[in-house]
């Protein structure tokens, strides 16, 4: 597929509510070829979403979560950041835009921020700051674009639009793309106003806030920034020396990405980061990616991982958040709205759908952090025509989507996993597992097929939970070592090749097992005589039963510990041999920890179970006896001689020389390491078989005695050697 055709769609303009700090993000305009085509005035006419709400019932308030979920633009009112918090939400992401906080220079207005930011802390929600708009004065022959000057025309002529937010600001643009000026300088040089504006932004809030985001999508054409990449380098590491001196351990994230308007920009970015003075030493001036996607559930993990990759190369590793997702609808609108326009939009159902997939997918690559774009719609309208964009979990009247509850879904069930795995496939069932879960183990499961599946789960337990995308639960019996489900065909096939962007409703099969199990290290000997230690133990798990063991070893009773067995060798067994070569004799420590079948960890005992001394060596004594084997019968009879003039060698099994004499005796004592030695003969004209001794570690000498008989050579035969030229 064409990366262009599964990108996420444009996010174009909120038209009246925006005005506020919210208008920034939600203000993007992208190709059409990159999401939802542009929709003409003369199209259809708008009809309040909410004469066409679906009743939907949340679950109760969500308050023990990971902190993993926010939303974008949460603070408008008590009633929606309230809303945000019972759906799970811990983080709100919004502007703090400069032309609308520093105007004129010096003078700074932090009271309308100051309040919603107080929102937000009062219930519970941390928030992640956006720094960028350049202030009119910091780059007085700044540029905006047609395309910027059309949102701004947008958000001013809309139509019975809502009432100003608090953080509007006076200026004829509400975001200016140009550099600041000074920018070059260091970041407190007095004429490097964008430095003097990011540290006494962050020194005002660093009580409450502690994440701080540098500018917000450069990468999608001029509309937010209109410098290069160097540029942009240079404006995150200003921004992140005044983030880093007025608060130290406040985490700086590089200006989330639009990524499918121009998905090398940020690399070009790295690569300017990548040569900066003393860049290394500040972690490449950013501490995380920041990472814009939409609506295609399946793009997050190759969009992700491609993003790891580069920064790997380019400027170390670095985590990414996630910090504008979802799905924009188009059941919302009238029903005489051409189908045509549905590309890479969804229903209400399929965007709950994405809500849960969308998260797992996520978890599953590692990114630490999801935050939903929007908390509610806003008035998002679409410039040139009367549609509105439906991107909340939120309706403007309060109502609720589905996709609010199956973000409760999400956040109630989706925490406190030690580990996640997938996704993984088989027969258009698509899975991805969170172990260890605070609940049990918790299997994410969807089709992504068109057609509805039957599929039998395979069970840890008699019984499971099931949960739905709406919240509602079931309990479902093993049948044959199996839960049978049924998983309900994907319906949301308008990327542009119509293939499904996102799965069929998803289900949550809840393992309720959360007991660890406890195992034993079974005693070993004082001495192990052997090149490899063999370790039993006994585990006790009546839950989900044993998956497999780590076993860790040390030269100390209590540690340093390092890894020495686990998955998948110690999968469902209570054995295992740990090898030990040359280097590693001497005395070793031990400990086990053992994990069932639902993910449950059981804890690492403080110090050593058991230990023993490994002993990988053996005194060996050898007698050889050579003779000439006149009558070629094996055995040294009356009559013939020794073989006094024979080399008599012995060798390890990597060919080096133990001992040699020449003579007809070899009589040496050597303390040798396990494995195999060969005893080796000479003699003009004579040959004689070697004889093998194997050496096996063990507390006493052990003794051979070898008689070699050496026959005469009776005749040489010489082959030819052929080289033939290619």
Known sequence: MDDRTSSRPSRHVAVAAMVGAALMAAAGLTPASTGPHAIAAADVASVPSADRAIAVTPLPDVTSTGGLMGTCYA????????????????????????????????????????????????????????????????APGCHVTSQAAAVQAALRDAAGGAPLFPMAVDDDYWWRPCPPSGLNLPWDHPNNVWGTYVYTTVTHFKDDVHVWEIWNEPDLGQTFWSGTPAEYAQLLKVGYQAVKAADPAATVLFAGLAYWSNPSYYASVLDELAILPDAA??????????????????????????????????????????????????????????????????????????????????????????????????????????????????????????????????????????????????????????????????????????????????ATLPSAKVVDVHGNTQTVTTVGGVYPLTLEAATANTAEDGSFIIGGPPLLVIHEDTTAPQSDLLPLPATTYSDAVSLAWDVVEDGAGLWYTEIEESRAPAGPWAAAAGWPGTQYVTATGIPRDESEAGTWYFRARARDSAGNWEDWPEAAEVSTHVVLTRTVHIDVRAYVDLDGDGSWGGGEPAATAATLTWRDDAGSLIASEVGATLDVTATLYAGATTVNGRLTDYVAPPTTIAVVPGPDTDHHTVVMGFREVVGVVHLPLVIRGE
Do not use: C
Not at 92 to 107: C, L, M, T, V, Y
């Open 75 to 138: 603070f408008y009112t008590d009633d929606l950041t309230g809303l945000a918090t019972a759906a799970g939400s811990r983080w709100d992401r919004f502007d703090f835009r400069w032309n609308a906080i520093e105007d004129p220079q010096g003078s700074f207005n932090f009271a309308p921020h100051d309040s919603v930011v107080a929102r937000d802390v009062a219930n519970g929600i941390d928030v992640v700051g956006i720094l960028g708009s350049t202030a009119h004065w910091a």
């Open 281 to 458: 030493a500040s972690d490449y001036f950013f501490d995380a990616m920041s990472l814009h996607l939409y609506s295609n559930v399946y793009n997050i993990r190759p969009v992700a991982s491609d993003i790891y990759a580069n920064m790997a190369s380019r400027v170390g590793p670095h985590p990414i958040w996630l910090t504008e997702t979802g799905v924009p609808l188009w059941d919302e609108w009238p029903p005489n709205t051409p189908e045509s326009l549905r590309t890479n939009r969804a229903t209400g159902e399929e965007a709950a759908a994405y809500a849960i997939q969308g998260f797992a997918e996520a978890r599953a690559i590692g990114i630490e952090r999801f935050l939903w774009f929007r908390n509610h719609d806003d008035y998002m309208g679409i410039p040139g025509s009367s549609l509105y964009e439906y991107f909340g979990l939120i309706r403007n009247d309060l109502s609720l989507r589905p996709a609010y509850v199956a973000f409760q879904v999400a956040a109630k069930y989706l925490h406190g996993e030690n580990q996640i795995t997938g996704p993984l496939g088989s027969g258009g069932v698509r899975r991805i597992t969170f172990w260890g879960t605070p609940k049990g183990r918790i299997d994410v499961l969807w089709n992504e097929t068109g057609t509805t599946l039957p599929y039998d789960h395979t």
